[in-house]
Every structure is written in C-alpha cells, then in structure tokens.
C-alpha cells in the first residue's frame, strides 16, 4: 500500500512515499543563507554576479592558453584544467540555488541531491589534486629547470591529469554510492544552499557510521596526500630560491610561484577556516555563509589572481581580446 503526503516546504516536510517498512525519499529542503524574503533579491543579484565572474574568468584564461602558442606549456596546460574544473565546480552548485530563489521554492529532488553531491565532491577533490600537480611543476621548474621540459613532458602532463580525473571521479562515486544505501526520514531540511555531503548524511535516519569512516578515511587521503605534497614541493622550492645569490634571481624565481602560492592559500586557507567553524559553532547555517568562500569567491578569484601577476596571461589575453575576424590579432589600443 502506498501513501503519499503531500508538499509542504514552509512547514519543512518533504514528499515520501512508504511501502511496508520501506521508506522512499522524493525530495530535500534546501534551506540556504537566510530565509528573510527581503534578502532574498540581494542573495540573488550578488551570487548571479559572482557566477558570471566566474564563467567569464575562468573561460578567458581557457582561451587564452589555447589561443596562444606560448601558452602550450605544463603550467598552463594544468592552469586551463584548473579553470575548467572551477566553472564545473561552481556550475554544481549555483545556478541551482538561483532557480530556488527565483522560484521561491527549496526543494531538490532525490536524484539531483545525489547528483549534487557526486559532482561537489568530484570537483573538490580535482581541485586538491591539481595545485598539489601544480605545485610540484613549479618545484621541477625552479630547482631543476635545465631538466624541466624533460621530465615534464606530455606524456606525463596527460598522465598526471588523467589520473587526477580517475582517482577524483572513483572517489565521488564511492561517497554517492555510500549515500544511496541510507534511509532518511520525512523532515529533511538541509541548512545548506546546496546538497553538502556531512549534512546529508547526518539527517539519515540508519546507522552512518560507515559513511562517515569512510568520508574520514577520503578525506586524510584525497586531501592530506595533495597537501602534503605541496608542502614538500615548497619546502624545497624555498630553500632553492635561498640558495641563489643575487636579489634579482631571488625575485623572478619566486614571481614564478607567487600565483599558484596566492590560489593554494585562498583555497586552502578558506577550507580551513569553514571546517574550523563548523567544529566551534554549532550554527549551521554561518557554516553554510562561511561556504561561500570555498566555493564561490575563491573560483572567482583565480583567473584574476592568475592574469594579474602574469605577464604572458595578460598578453595572451590583449590577443585574444583584441583579434579582428579574418586579420588575426592587433596591437591594442595605449
């Protein structure tokens, strides 16, 4: 015998349909940064802005390496990976959210929670995995740089990233499928703007203890490991620049690392600070505005903090800017 209730999203209910001891969830309630009807025009306007931001940022640093033969190098090769996964990552989350406030409706389906939460944790775990590569490009480049096109040649650009992909896809497949085997409850509000994996979890009425030995485990790995790297990538990074003897060289060789040191530092300096706040307050929802940081501001912020400290990015990108149909690029305007 099926019962159905029905929608309720102001009394926080969700749809569920119950066979004998047998409970299907239909849907979540997403329940954003605030719920003041007055904020709601202004969360609107300022995300769609940001998102935008971020699409056109991230595609002009795309183009721009593509467009430009000097471009075609492993760092920017990884670069134009980085943008890619970065309107990927906020495209999962964003334009979601935008739908719900212009509807002024909460809810997520079942699925599109699932599928949510598939590809956040694809994309940000991707992200750990690419500046760690990253990373230790900058570290061939500086302290073995007669070496450099030898040892990171394409084979193992594409490899690196290939297996950056794989190990990022097979993880995320693993946390959904972890997912699916809970049973959940019929009031689901989720304080959060999108399906974040640990609040997902934590509102499932079976035991979670394997999922979250499992998250735990994930996270050490997926996010330690890359970590760990760039931190001994850098280690040895510094004490290169250290050793060379003019202020000059010190200089351009540290200029070559100061954007990728600059976006590892948001990045991991905001994860930090949102887990940080979610083991002190015990306020969910300054946990999900503390979000916003990692995952929004900080795609963001990286072609900007990339094409402002470069200067073959800004080039590439006056070309690409500047090209006339048919003429091929022309010399900007002074």
């Known amino acids: 015998m099926e019962t159905f209730f029905p929608e309720a999203p102001s009394s926080g209910y969700v749809q569920y349909t119950e066979s004998k001891n047998d409970t299907k969830i239909s849907e979540f309630l997403l329940?954003?940064?605030?719920?003041?009807?007055?904020?709601?025009?202004?969360i609107f306007g300022l995300f769609l802005s940001m998102y935008l931001m971020t699409l056109l940022g991230n595609l002009l640093i795309i183009l721009a390496t593509i467009s430009d033969s000097h471009l075609h190098?492993?760092?920017?090769?990884?670069?134009?990976?980085?943008?890619?996964?970065?309107?990927?990552?906020?495209?999962?989350i964003i334009p979601k959210?935008?739908?719900?406030?212009?509807?002024?409706?909460?809810?997520?389906r079942y699925e599109g929670c699932i599928l949510q939460i598939y590809?956040?944790?694809?994309?940000?775990?991707?992200?750990?995995?690419?500046?760690?590569?990253?990373?230790?490009?900058?570290?061939?480049?500086?302290?073995?740089?007669?070496?450099?096109?030898v040892i990171m040649n394409?084979?193992?650009?594409?490899?690196?990233?290939l297996a950056s992909w794989t190990t990022s896809a097979l993880?995320?497949?693993?946390?959904?499928?972890m997912v699916l085997r809970l049973s959940f409850c019929s009031n689901l509000e989720i304080p959060h703007f999108f399906c974040e994996l640990n609040q997902v979890v934590h509102h499932a009425c079976s035991d979670t203890f394997l999922n979250d030995l499992v998250a735990c485990l994930a996270t050490v790995i997926l996010a330690g490991s890359p970590l760990t790297g760039i931190l001994y990538s850098y280690s040895r990074i510094v004490s290169s620049i250290r050793a060379i003897s003019s202020a000059l060289g010190k200089y351009k060789a540290f200029s070559t690392c100061a954007s990728h040191l600059s976006v590892v530092s948001l990045f991991y300096g905001t994860s930090l600070g949102v887990y940080l706040s979610s083991?002190?307050?015990?306020?969910?929802?300054?946990?999900?505005?503390?979000?916003?940081?990692y995952t929004v501001v900080t795609p963001m912020l990286n072609p900007f903090i990339y094409s402002l400290r470069n200067k073959d990015i800004k080039s590439a990108l006056r070309k690409l800017l500047w090209r006339t149909p048919g003429k091929g690029p022309v010399d900007p305007p002074q």
């Open 73 to 92: 190098t492993p760092m920017y090769f990884f670069l134009s990976n980085l943008s890619c996964v970065d309107i990927c990552f906020t495209s999962t």
């Open 279 to 293: 083991a002190v307050t015990q306020n969910s929802r300054s946990v999900a505005t503390a979000s916003v940081m």
């Open 171 to 177: 993880n995320s497949l693993l946390q959904s499928l």
């Open 154 to 161: 394409p084979y193992l650009c594409g490899l690196l990233a």
């Open 119 to 149: 590809f956040f944790t694809l994309f940000i775990v991707l992200d750990n995995f690419l500046l760690a590569v990253m990373a230790y490009d900058r570290y061939v480049a500086i302290c073995h740089p007669l070496h450099y096109m």
């Open 31 to 42: 329940q954003g940064i605030s719920e003041d009807p007055e904020l709601q025009p202004l």
């Open 97 to 108: 959210m935008l739908l719900n406030i212009q509807t002024q409706s909460k809810a997520i």
